[in-house]
């Protein structure tokens, strides 16, 4: 995800709040337009690039089947799937992982980045049995998640399955005020986490980057090294929220950076887990003039890729939102001026 509101709320106090804001509302209206056509299924492209389709297991630096890849989810007790939040294939093949599990009878959860513990205690207190009840109830929160756009097919598999829907995110007010206290006004659950798995220098340097990135290139870098602390609690929630789920196989529906081995979800549950096994699937949008595995591994700023596989699909024709949101700012400067 390019922007999140959570992360504005952090900024609050800051004169960049107002203008974060600015590129949050710019960037939600194009990202909704880019994401959804009139039967609400994105442009896709490359959909010919040789890696399309493709799952790469990187511990044994090979391509693997589908069949390879379900034989490894059925042998673990965590399964955290990493997606671009508008690319609906990513869904599609979330919702063929889900469909695995029901077929082998494996009693699982899902856990839901899209969803926020407010929201899961609304799920809970009504039983939801559709996909239109829930979508319904989770729209009485102010999202920028787009459940009927993206979410309505893998909401589907996930009710059919007859698996527990699971909250695994904070609600705005509660991460504006964790991430106001600091690390050390934290709840103790949380504190704990983040004490057993520090972040090394180069760890929080490119954590920092990434969140440059994801801003636009927009935000100082005392705002960046702000925001390191919310994406680490958020990582935190999820691995202690999947930590608490009762059944056997617990899975996590996240933005693919969440699911980072090297220093998100899968840190904290094989510090908290040791013994557990636990699988990270990154879902990768392919890129025109790249065709080797190096490419991506460089594009995720790591020594290799930070998953245990990756699986290749096509990319989603986005609008440069960052060059849109630039040219209306200029504009407007240009304007007071």
């Not at 490359?46 to 034989?71: C, E, G, M, Q, T």
């Not at 508008?86 to 839901?112: C, M």
Request: aromatic share 8%; hydrophobic share 40%.
């Amino acid at each position: 995800m390019i922007m999140s509101f959570q992360l504005c709320l952090t900024l609050r106090t800051h004169r960049k709040f107002s203008t974060c804001l600015k590129l949050l509302s710019l960037i939600s209206t194009l990202v909704l337009f880019t994401a959804c056509t009139v039967n609400n299924t994105p442009k896709l492209i490359l959909n010919d690039h040789p890696l399309v389709d493709k799952i790469w297991d990187i511990k044994n630096k090979r391509f693997i089947s589908r069949s390879s890849l379900k034989a490894s989810m059925l042998a673990s007790e965590f399964i955290l799937l990493g997606e671009r939040h508008d690319n609906l294939i990513h869904h599609r093949y979330q919702s063929w992982v889900i469909e695995q599990l029901s077929n082998a009878n494996k009693k699982t959860g899902v856990a839901f980045e899209m969803i926020n513990v407010q929201q899961g205690q609304l799920l809970a207190r009504h039983k939801v049995r559709t996909v239109d009840e829930m979508i319904g109830l989770l729209n009485q929160f102010k999202t920028h998640w787009y459940y009927e756009q993206r979410y309505r097919n893998l909401f589907a598999a996930t009710l059919q399955a007859g698996f527990p829907v699971i909250p695994a995110n904070l609600s705005r007010k509660q991460l504006r005020q964790l991430s106001t206290k600091g690390e050390n006004g934290l709840p103790k659950a949380y504190r704990k986490m983040l004490e057993q798995v520090p972040l090394s220098s180069l760890q929080t340097q490119s954590l920092e980057k990434e969140i440059m990135a994801s801003h636009c290139n927009m935000l100082s870098n005392k705002i960046a090294s702000k925001l390191v602390l919310s994406q680490r609690i958020r990582d935190a929630v999820m691995a202690h929220g999947l930590s608490k789920i009762h059944s056997p196989v617990k899975v996590l529906i996240a933005g693919a950076g969440h699911v980072r081995k090297d220093r998100g979800v899968p840190l904290y549950l094989m510090k908290y887990k040791p013994q557990a096994r636990v699988l990270s699937l990154g879902f990768t949008e392919v890129e025109n003039s790249s065709h080797k595995i190096a490419d991506y591994t460089r594009r995720w700023a790591a020594e290799e890729l930070p998953f245990d596989y990756v699986w290749f699909t096509p990319q989603v024709k986005r609008k440069d939102l960052c060059a849109e949101f630039a040219r209306q700012m200029k504009n407007k400067h240009r304007t007071q001026n």
